[in-house]
């Protein structure tokens, strides 16, 4: 038995969407990398290590991705949605410590809101890929 086609939402409807979720994630990643630099560069207690190198290397995995994210690439939003995982789990970790807690949970809010607007972003980019292609109409032969 043949499956049935899903049907993709209209165009009307999925290019605002699209383009909030742009903004969106743009602006949590940002919100990410922000939180983090506030933290590292003000307020951790690092016991004598240099703030910036542990900043460093708290952002390459964002870093690495950030032109991606920059130009609206699906790909890199989907691969953020990845590598953003890391900095949950890490805040989940630093929510742990007492002396950590808000700034661990800040790290998870902050990761959580990345991942899904990532998300939203790159399923509602690829069905108007193809609604702009033109799967979904029903031709009549």
Not at 60 to 80: K, N, Y
């Amino acid at each position: 038995m043949a499956r049935k086609p899903k049907i993709l939402p209209a165009i009307d409807w999925l290019e605002p969407r699209v383009r909030a979720m742009r903004v969106i994630s743009l602006l949590c990643f940002l919100g990410l990398v922000g939180l983090l630099c506030v933290y590292y560069l003000l307020i951790a207690d690092l016991h004598g290590a240099r703030p910036w190198v542990i900043l460093l290397i708290e952002l390459v995995p964002l870093l690495i991705l950030a032109p991606g994210m920059i130009v609206g690439s699906p790909r890199g939003h989907s691969w953020m949605c990845f590598v953003v995982n890391l900095y949950f789990i890490k805040g989940a970790l630093a929510a742990y410590d007492p002396n950590r807690q808000i700034f661990g949970l800040l790290e998870m809010a902050a990761s959580l809101a990345v991942f899904c607007s990532a998300l939203l972003y790159v399923r509602w980019r690829y069905q108007l890929n193809r609604k702009l292609a033109g799967e979904g109409e029903i031709s009549v032969a």
